[in-house]
């Protein structure tokens, strides 16, 4: 019973993943000295630097390549990632959506050239060819992708400061 137990939640924090997307946090240091968590949640989130003196920790860099992800949640992972690495607070950069060109791949028939009608096949569904190295082969095709980013550089509040998160 145990097993299924495990097995089951290892099942829905798969789906909690998938459901999330795919955000990838890149961390660059700005500060040697650790700074603990600061105790009550995620720090705040800011336009512009505050005129406080502070340290800046960290830069946060989000990405994604998912159609699932939207602006805020590339700016909850930072927070998040920012508030265990013991920030009160983060100024964001600004979201961008980055398009490339590459080179992708898609398969074509060696065996016919243009569009085959049969009984089992037609309008390109490649029937009655089989996916074998002898009768396809990949051919190189421009192919758009999107690339979600999200930047904010971390900052922690020096003591003394007049903020209330000391």
Not at 37 to 53: D, I, K, T
Not at 62 to 90: H, M, N
Not at 115 to 131: D, E, I, R, T
């Amino acid at each position: 019973m145990r097993y299924l137990q495990t097995g089951s939640s290892y099942i829905v924090l798969m789906v909690l993943a998938w459901l999330t997307g795919c955000v990838s946090v890149q961390v660059e240091p700005l500060s040697l000295a650790p700074y603990p968590p600061r105790p009550g949640g995620l720090p705040a989130s800011l336009e512009v630097e505050p005129a406080q003196p502070h340290v800046n920790l960290a830069r946060f860099i989000a990405t994604s390549d998912s159609d699932y992800v939207d602006e805020d949640t590339l700016r909850g992972k930072i927070l998040a990632s920012a508030g265990r690495y013991g920030a009160d607070a983060v100024v964001m950069g600004k979201y961008d959506l980055i398009e490339s060109n590459g080179l992708g791949q898609t398969y074509q028939s060696t065996n016919a050239v243009g569009v085959q009608s049969s009984l089992f096949g037609g309008m390109g569904s490649g029937m009655p060819f089989f996916f074998d190295p002898w009768t396809y082969v990949q051919a190189p095709v421009d192919r758009v992708n999107y690339l979600q980013y999200q930047s904010g550089v971390a900052i922690r509040y020096k003591d003394g400061a007049t903020t209330g998160l000391n």
